[in-house]
């Protein structure tokens, strides 16, 4: 059951697709309400409550006993501990003797104290009089969360090739850095599927431009690539810079689709290329234009993109020097006034008329840069496109995935990797990934072996790292053979992997959930937030500290376990309960649920190679549903493409 009040005059977010009529405020009797200059949300949670949700939050799955901000902020420096991330995700579910979830729906700043003090009090500040509140009643958290997203509309559907291995680096400047890099992965062995173009491909950091001393030929080295099987995937960012003979300056200036600074002029920010403007997303008309922009890039036949620098990020203004660079986020301490500043001083124009401070509605902004860049690309091109963000709000997941952004080569950011994936499904972005190996600091063979191991069940599996840290590309490693056979696993297990992301975009379902949303009632697999359901049939427990060599593993059924290795799969029959389990380096263990079946396909070194159909079944089950399509098809649906097969 689902209801909807209304307060105020709420902006409209796009993340809500379903119409509901508003209940009286008198009927909402899981929270009671306070207004003042903020909106005060408070419950009270039961002594063994989880709270889950929140999508790309720090901490853990249960987000108990911590304060979370979302306020879409691009702090490099992650922690474990951090408030504020990329994205807002305001969905929450209380697992409680009468289990609920709560979707906050607005734009602006909202304070989320879970139990941070251990009084068991759950609050929401939410800084605007203007909101939809959706309160979901249900019998359990999971049955809770397909209701969420039954109204929050179906995720975008990537190509099959985004489900392939991803290399990139910031760093890569060249067509010889690039073609160096494919080359090598062809040489080790290590299937490859796309690699990404960081800032240093354009023209001084300029959107819609390719240096041309790096780049003579962009059509033709995409061309030559995509012979090979293998796709580039540029980087856009939000700001547009400021220059007389910029074709999309000109334009943006003279049609006022620039957001405007509190004197009626164009805002100006410095970021990569200098000074910028902002386009201003929140209008229609700007997101067309923007999303037709990318027409530069698919008739170099570039089909895949990310988007950065879209909370908006902002190294200084005319009123901030960079050397003011704020620092925000940390510990208990909110956004500091100065930065806060930056937000305040530019403006959208709302579809709805209304004028808005970027601070007002600020978490929108990437989100609606997605939107303008799908549908940009869906008019554009007749397949589907490959697209993620580093911001989002709830509703950009249709148009487009996140990866986590800026995290370091650390034990803490891979178990953070493996906390988020199920928090982000809960909230609709199925097609989600960390940077593999880690993006700041310098990755080590151990870190990225086991890194890759969780990769490999994550929908993006994307290996990046930042300027000026160690090299990380599987290459560069000893004993390449170990990285070829971990990432070689993805490939293998890609029937299975494709087929249940599509069956859980198409049905408005989760991919990758905790255990105890496929055990309820199962007390143990409540408290188990390190291993994770990966579609119907399999469970992961990645080992995710360092220099060990295995792991204790909680089994709520009994299981076949798989262990992968250059050999191939070797399975067997293990009881339920606790199990320590060993797996060394170069090889992967994972395991398929009792009477599941996981097809499995053949070694490929991209998915251009891949035929979905030519499958092994390992597991005990009877039956399975394998969705298969030809990886591009726009007009994709479960009655068209999924089949049975019989073991
Ligand atoms: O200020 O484009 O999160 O993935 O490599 C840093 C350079 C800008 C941040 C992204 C990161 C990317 C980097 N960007």
Same mark, same amino acid.
């Given at each position: 059951m689902i209801t909807k009040f209304s307060y105020g005059t709420p902006v409209e977010t796009f993340a809500v697709v379903k119409d509901f009529p508003s209940a009286g405020h008198e009927q909402l009797r899981h929270f009671s309400r306070k207004k003042g200059t903020v909106q005060y949300f408070t419950c009270m949670l039961g002594e063994e409550d989880i709270v889950y949700g929140l999508g790309e939050?720090?901490?853990?799955?249960?987000?108990?006993?911590?304060?979370?901000?979302?306020?879409?902020?691009?702090?490099?420096?992650?922690?474990?501990?951090?408030?504020?991330?990329?994205?807002?995700?305001?969905?929450?579910?209380?697992?409680?003797?009468?289990?609920?979830?709560?979707?906050?729906?607005?734009?602006?700043?909202?304070?989320?104290d879970i139990d941070s003090k251990g009084s068991?009090?759950?609050?929401?500040?939410?800084?605007?009089?203007?909101?939809?509140?959706?309160?979901?009643?249900?019998?359990?958290?999971?049955?809770?969360?397909?209701?969420?997203?039954?109204?929050?509309?179906?995720?975008?559907?990537?190509?099959?090739?985004?489900?392939?291995?991803?290399?990139?680096?910031?760093?890569?400047?060249?067509?010889?850095?690039?073609?160096?890099?494919?080359?090598?992965?062809?040489?080790?062995?290590?299937?490859?599927?796309?690699?990404?173009?960081?800032?240093?491909?354009?023209?001084?950091?300029?959107?819609?431009?390719v240096n041309k001393r790096r780049f003579p030929n962009m059509a033709g080295f995409s061309a030559k690539l995509k012979g090979k099987g293998l796709h580039l995937v540029p980087i856009v960012d939000a700001g547009i810079k400021i220059e007389p003979g910029n074709p999309v300056y000109s334009e943006g200036v003279e049609k006022e689709y620039f957001c405007k600074n509190h004197e009626g002029t164009f805002f100006k920010a410095e970021v990569w290329p200098g000074m910028t403007h902002f386009p201003d997303f929140f209008q229609e008309k700007v997101r067309r234009w923007f999303g037709d922009q990318y027409k530069f890039y698919t008739d170099s036949g570039l089909e895949g993109f990310w988007n950065d620098m879209n909370e908006p990020a902002i190294f200084s203004t005319e009123y901030r020097a960079k050397d003011t660079k704020p620092d925000v986020g940390r510990g208990d301490v909110d956004q500091p006034e100065r930065h806060i500043a930056d937000f305040k001083d530019f403006f959208h124009r709302l579809d709805d008329g209304r004028e808005k401070s970027n601070y007002e509605v600020h978490n929108l902004y990437g989100a609606l840069m997605t939107r303008a860049s799908g549908e940009g690309l869906g008019r554009l091109l007749?397949?589907?496109? @490959?697209?993620?963000?580093?911001?989002? #709000?709830? =509703? $950009?997941?249709?148009? %487009?995935?996140?990866?986590?952004? &800026?995290?370091?080569?650390?034990?803490?950011?891979?178990?953070?990797?493996?906390?988020?994936?199920?928090? @982000?499904?809960?909230?609709?972005?199925? #097609?989600? =990934? $960390?940077?593999?190996? %880690?993006?700041?600091?310098?990755? &080590?063979?151990?870190?990225?072996?086991?890194?890759?191991?969780?990769?490999?069940?994550?929908?993006?599996?994307?290996?990046?790292?930042?300027?000026?840290?160690?090299?990380?590309?599987?290459?560069?490693?000893?004993?390449?053979? &170990?990285?070829?056979?971990?990432?070689?696993?993805?490939?293998?297990?890609?029937?299975?992997?494709y087929s249940e992301f599509m069956k859980a975009a198409l049905r408005q379902d989760m991919l990758i959930r905790p255990l105890a949303f496929d055990y309820p009632g199962d007390e143990k697999a409540r408290h188990i937030h390190d291993q994770l359901m990966v579609g119907e049939s399999v469970m992961i427990a990645p080992v995710l500290e360092k220099g060990v060599k295995g792991r204790v593993v909680y089994l709520p059924e009994p299981m076949t376990e798989v262990r992968w290795s250059s050999e191939g799969f070797t399975c067997i029959e293990v009881g339920a309960g606790e199990r320590t389990v060993m797996a060394p380096l170069h090889q992967v263990v994972f395991y398929i649920r009792k009477g599941k079946l996981v097809p499995v396909g053949k070694q490929v070194s991209n998915t251009s190679e891949l035929d979905l159909m030519d499958v092994e079944l390992l597991g005990t089950g009877t039956e399975y549903e394998q969705y298969a399509d030809d990886g591009y098809t726009k007009d994709c649906g479960l009655n068209r493409c999924v089949l049975r097969r019989k073991a």
């Open positions: 939050t720090m901490r853990g799955v249960n987000k108990r006993g911590g304060r979370y901000i979302s306020f879409n902020y691009d702090d490099p420096h992650h922690k474990d501990d951090m408030p504020s991330m990329y994205g807002a995700h305001n969905f929450l579910i209380v697992d409680g003797e009468e289990p609920f979830g709560a979707f906050f729906d607005t734009p602006s700043k909202v304070v989320f068991g009090v759950l609050s929401v500040a939410c800084e605007t009089q203007d909101l939809r509140l959706y309160i979901i009643e249900g019998e359990t958290p999971y049955g809770i969360v397909k209701q969420f997203l039954g109204i929050i509309g179906r995720s975008f559907l990537p190509p099959l090739w985004a489900f392939g291995y991803g290399q990139s680096r910031w760093g890569y400047k060249t067509e010889r850095d690039i073609s160096r890099v494919a080359a090598k992965h062809e040489e080790a062995g290590i299937p490859l599927d796309y690699i990404c173009m960081d800032i240093d491909y354009m023209d001084r950091y300029i959107d819609f431009t007749d397949r589907r496109y @490959l697209l993620f963000s580093r911001s989002s #709000y709830i =509703g $950009a997941h249709r148009y %487009g995935g996140i990866w986590t952004g &800026d995290n370091a080569s650390t034990w803490e950011m891979l178990r953070q990797n493996v906390y988020h994936m199920p928090s @982000l499904n809960m909230c609709g972005f199925l #097609y989600s =990934g $960390a940077d593999t190996g %880690g993006f700041g600091g310098n990755c &080590d063979r151990e870190l990225l072996l086991r890194w890759l191991a969780v990769s490999v069940f994550t929908p993006l599996m994307r290996n990046h790292t930042a300027i000026f840290t160690r090299n990380q590309e599987c290459y560069r490693f000893r004993k390449v053979e &170990d990285f070829r056979t971990v990432v070689s696993l993805r490939y293998r297990l890609l029937p299975y992997l």
